[in-house]
């Protein structure tokens, strides 16, 4: 018998963000051993490995402190000018 899952019952997992503890132990464990077992031990994703591996070999297990800015890098709106700027907050 098979089941069959629709849009109006999944449900989205929800897996809490790694603490830089976590990434650093992820990291360490991948040195000698495979990704799996490093995620498995870390009690990580693989994912998370490739997802971190950038910014660890830029800056090391410094670049692991601090998560990524969830924050839009490109914007779609342009700055304003100075003198938007300024006639906003005359007004």
């Known amino acids: 018998m098979a089941t069959e899952t629709t ?10 963000p790694t603490t830089a503890s976590q990434r650093q132990l992820l990291f360490k464990a991948a040195a000698t051993s495979t990704v799996t077992a490093a995620a ?6 693989r994912g998370t490995y490739y997802h971190w591996l950038e ?6 297990a410094a670049g692991l402190a601090q998560p990524r800015s ?6 779609r709106l342009a700055p304003l000018s100075a003198a938007v700027c300024a ?4 007004y």
């Open 7 to 16: 849009s109006s019952t999944f449900t989205r997992s929800y897996f809490r």
């Open 70 to 75: 969830c924050a839009p890098q490109h914007p």
């Open 87 to 90: 006639e906003v907050l005359a």
């Open 55 to 60: 910014r660890y070999e830029t800056a090391g």
């Open 40 to 45: 498995q031990r870390a009690h990580v994703g």
